[in-house]
């Protein structure tokens, strides 16, 4: 039985892959070859990550998992590269016709495959300067998320001696010098963004940005 936080999550998972369709497909042709914060990928090969749950059958998944033997960090990177040539249009179309998808990341519910993309759409957004608007509730959920112990240890972000202090929302964590910023840049850090310049603020934030 799907509980009321499972259906309140998949609604606004529906929500954020339209919009992010919108963006997308918004975009100049030449802006689809530019760089994310996702190191090492343009914004071509982010969307095919994105998109590689509602293209790849399990059997496929699976196969490819094996040829990169059983690393899924692997086979996400080289899957990526060779799937950024599928063409634009069909890769907008993937993140539009899949709104209502039920993927989830393994062990993450539909917490996690709410962050999976708000992140990885802020990886675009935030290096082209598109104005996304993300709601505080939704941004709050991703925080909340991505401090979690299990995320952290993933991303391997020290925050030792550090507080995070969100200037545009009433979130803070951990303690010690303080780092403030926007939410959406304080998520980014947790997920292991090297965040633009000048984007934070503190004696330290220059250990967070690229």
Known sequence: MTSDSDLRLRA?????????????ASLPAD?????????GWRVREVVAHVTMPFRYSTGRFLAELARSGMRFHRMSDRCARRDAAVPAA???AAVR???????????????????????HGLDIAVPLGVDWPIPAARMLTVLDGVAKPASRKH??????GIELRADDLDWSFGTGTVVSGPARDLALL???RAVPAGRLAGTVAGRFSG
């Open 97 to 119: 016709d899949n709104a209502t998808n039920p993927w989830r990341p393994p062990g993450g519910g539909y917490e996690g495959a709410l962050i999976h993309d708000v992140i």
């Open 190 to 192: 947790l997920c292991g």
């Open 12 to 24: 606004e998972i529906a929500v954020i892959r339209r919009e992010l369709a919108d963006v997308l």
């Open 90 to 92: 069909d890769l907008v």
């Open 155 to 160: 991303f391997g972000v020290d925050l030792t």
């Open 31 to 39: 802006s689809w070859d530019a760089p994310t914060l996702c190191a």
